[in-house]
């Protein structure tokens, strides 16, 4: 459903697709600037969907199926030269569920 608001957003033309991009990377930007991350916990913002959202998770999820998947995912679209927190292309919701396993 979330997406098919941002597909609307994009077919309104060049316009829109800046306007969609300019909210989206403003979002990202805010979310990266916070730099604490406490003694065995590192950074992810879930990067899909209108409104990225940054998660602090412990190390031991590094062992997670589910989460590694979302990892590899990672890689293959963003590369791991990225500095602080990780781009993990899933919905916010997506990630909160694997979370919560």
Do not use: W
Request: charged share 25%.
């Amino acid at each position: 459903m979330r997406n098919a608001k941002c597909f609307e957003v994009l077919e309104k033309g060049s316009l829109g697709m800046l306007r969609f991009m300019a909210e989206k990377l403003q979002a990202i930007l805010s979310l990266t600037r916070r730099v604490k991350v406490r003694n065995g916990h590192f950074a992810v913002i879930a990067t899909q969907g209108r409104k990225p959202q940054r998660f602090v998770i412990k190390l031991g999820y590094l062992h997670h199926p589910e989460f590694l998947k979302l990892l590899k995912q990672a890689e293959e679209e963003f590369g791991f030269s990225q500095e602080g927190a990780i781009g993990i292309p899933c919905q916010p919701d997506e990630l909160q569920k694997i979370l919560t396993m």
